[in-house]
């Protein structure tokens, strides 16, 4: 047997990511993720003052430093036990939506498309329509996407000054008020969005799209012109044709923290939200309520501080220690839950709040990479419809409040966290006050549950396991690994755990 | 209108003429018809860095290659798409290229880019000719800051 070992660097991802592959005549046997860097932001917010939190933590990602912000200030009020008032939920949802209108069309069409304009596909018959309208710089979808996005984070600067890194959210709620100016703004933006994601992206009005609920019913569609000749239409086709729906499934189980709070719960921790959350069991097919007491980090395979087992986020550690020449391999941690190993993104996302489209196609064809990045886009009109309802109920609620001063005596020590579902997937900030100061704060991204290395037990972790049985064609570009990894929409720069050493990652087998 | 972008991050040794040539500048009284800014690593963000002005001069270092601390204006085509340094894959070339593909009119863009010797990534701090071409650089900026310029 031909045993090749190979590190691929990928671009077009977040951040900095490394995945090493060994392949045993061709085909994927062993899979490791790598966080090539590490950023430390733990340990940056310990001993600070308490709401240092909302300030210091959306510069976790230029990506999305909304989720983080909201995340931050979602685990203050937990432990101050703030009650927020519907309006700021409004305008911290709508932002958030904004924040993630834009990553999934920029993630699908600048970073996932262009690998279908890789030379190798030259000789396929959808080619030439796939460079036509996908090839960086140059395909039509490409050169719409550019400017189409630039202006939808006009939403989070319309209620925070800026995008990136804004703090508008604050324990009792935002800083800026919703008033007829900004709202006729927003929806401005949402309708040019929206316009051109029904004449483009899928070809159809959003009803039409939503109202698709099983997978006959979406095949059957994928024949027409109008949604045949869409960019998400185009996208499947030729994914499908490539097999990109057999590959790549990972592990079956999911989570998700639930979509957005809802405005009518103003007290934390908020765990009604407007898409249910949960945790999907991928053997038994059932979806359970989410006990986030069940989540733990490991650190066996990773370059940190060694502990038994797993911990959860209050009583963890990020304690960075190197270790070249052993089998830890990487700055992320090994986040589970009950042990298992989960997935979370678009897909567990829509999954386990019900979408029936979503629902209906992974019970016809299970986990793949296609359908995840197809639920990415899915999302989008969901993402537009729920913003369009908070704008609305915002015009409704025009002059409620949307702050509520919180009184200094209720800012006491204690734990809390905040969960949020960010672009990527589920994203939780845990923290412990302690005489006034922040004594611990952890953060697991939804990149940390996908590329999670090898756990104490020696499971693989997600995206590990959705590599092994890939076969790759041509070692020196390996654009079926390409597909894979950027359908799970990778970020690893809030996800690891430092110093780029200039050394070459190497691990023990 | 003028916009005067300092591209780099200071973390990376000569990456950081952008930002360091911004530090200087930022001490000069600033006309109405300019505004300067430290952009850092932006990404696509920068591109709203391109409106509402008309004209653009773009301060950045360039890969090795050349003559470590001369000053260039290298014209747009010229800049490479993938010239970032780890990080997101998004620099200078890649927001040219996309800013040339947008339906509005664009502002006149000039670079004024160094040329360097090496990557130093997380050392932070100037190779000395590098140094001395952020004089050069101010200097020659300079005279955007002169409160009764007619440019």
């Known amino acids: 047997m031909a045993r090749v070992e190979l590190n691929i660097n990928l671009n077009r991802v977040e951040g900095d990511l490394e995945i090493a592959l060994a392949l045993e005549d061709g085909v994927v046997a062993e899979a490791r993720t790598i966080g090539t860097l590490y950023r430390g932001f733990e340990q940056i917010m310990v001993g600070r003052t308490p709401r240092d939190a909302t300030v210091i933590t959306p510069r976790v990602c230029g990506i999305c430093g909304t989720a983080h912000l909201y995340s931050a200030v979602l685990a203050l009020e937990h432990v101050w036990q703030t009650p927020v008032p519907a309006n700021a939920t409004r305008i911290r949802n709508l932002c958030l939506i904004a924040e993630g209108i834009q990553n999934d069309l920029r993630q699908t069409f600048l970073f996932f498309t262009p690998d279908f304009c890789n030379p190798r596909y030259m000789d396929q018959s959808w080619f030439e329509g796939m460079v036509q309208a996908f090839e960086p710089f140059r395909g039509s979808v490409y050169r719409e996407t550019l400017s189409a996005t630039r202006r939808v984070v006009e939403i989070v600067a319309h209620f925070g000054g800026q995008w990136p890194h804004s703090s508008y959210m604050l324990p009792g709620g935002v800083t800026t008020p919703a008033d007829l100016r900004r709202i006729i703004a927003c929806r401005a933006v949402l309708d040019e969005v929206q316009r051109w994601y029904e004449q483009r992206i899928v070809g159809a009005p959003l009803d039409d799209w939503l109202a698709l609920q099983s997978a006959d019913a979406y095949f059957a569609w994928l024949e027409t012109p109008p949604h045949a000749h869409s960019a998400l239409g185009l996208l499947s086709r030729v994914a499908r044709a490539l097999e990109l729906h057999r590959l790549a499934a990972g592990t079956p189980h999911m989570i998700s923290y639930g979509a957005w709070c809802d405005p009518e719960e103003w007290a934390a921790p908020h765990e009604a939200r407007l898409l249910p959350g949960g945790f999907y069991d991928g053997e038994s097919n059932k979806v359970e309520p989410l006990d986030q007491q069940l989540i733990n980090e490991h650190v066996r395979h990773s370059w940190f501080r060694s502990y038994d087992g797993g911990r959860h986020p209050w009583t963890g550690e990020t304690v960075p220690q190197f270790q070249p020449n052993s089998d830890r391999y990487t700055w992320a941690k090994a986040p589970r839950y009950a042990d298992r190993v989960v997935q979370t993104g678009p897909l567990a996302e829509l999954l386990i709040a019900g979408d029936a489209l979503i629902a209906s196609l992974h019970a016809a064809e299970g986990g793949n990479a296609w359908l995840r990045q197809f639920a990415r886009v899915r999302r989008i009109a969901i993402e537009l419809t729920y913003a369009r309802r908070m704008l609305d109920e915002l015009t409704l609620h025009i002059n409620d409040p949307h702050f509520l001063s919180p009184s200094k005596t209720q800012e006491t020590d204690g734990e809390g966290y905040g969960l949020v579902m960010a672009a990527r997937g589920a994203l939780g900030h845990w923290l412990r006050i302690r005489d006034g100061a922040i004594e611990k704060y952890q953060i697991v991204t939804p990149t940390a549950w996908n590329a999670s290395p090898r756990d104490s037990n020696g499971k693989p972790g997600h995206w590990e396991q959705s590599l092994v049985g890939v076969a790759v064609r041509d070692s020196d570009d390996p654009i079926e690994i390409g597909h894979i990894i950027r359908s799970h929409d990778p970020c690893l720069v809030c996800t690891v755990h430092m110093l780029e050493t200039g050394k070459r990652v190497r691990y023990a087998a | ?151």
Request: glycine letters at 10%.
């Open chain 2, 1 to 151: 209108m003028r916009h005067i972008i300092c591209f780099g991050n200071p973390l990376h040794g000569d990456d950081g003429f952008g930002p360091a040539v911004y530090q200087r500048l930022a001490l000069l009284p600033l006309p109405e018809d300019l505004r300067l800014v430290e952009a850092g690593t932006p990404g696509l963000a920068a591109l709203a860095l391109f409106e509402g002005c008309d004209d653009v001069i773009i301060v950045d270092a360039l890969m090795p290659g050349g003559v470590p601390g001369q000053l260039t204006r290298p014209p747009l085509e010229t800049v490479e798409a993938e010239t970032s340094l780890p990080g997101h894959g998004v620099g200078v070339g890649y927001l040219l290229q996309a800013l040339a593909i947008q339906p509005k009119s664009l502002p006149r863009i000039q670079i004024i880019a160094v040329e360097t010797s090496a990557v130093a990534l997380f050392r932070p701090g100037l190779s000395e000719p590098v140094a001395r071409a952020v004089e050069e650089a101010v200097s020659l900026l300079s005279k955007y800051f002169q409160l009764n310029s007619h440019d």
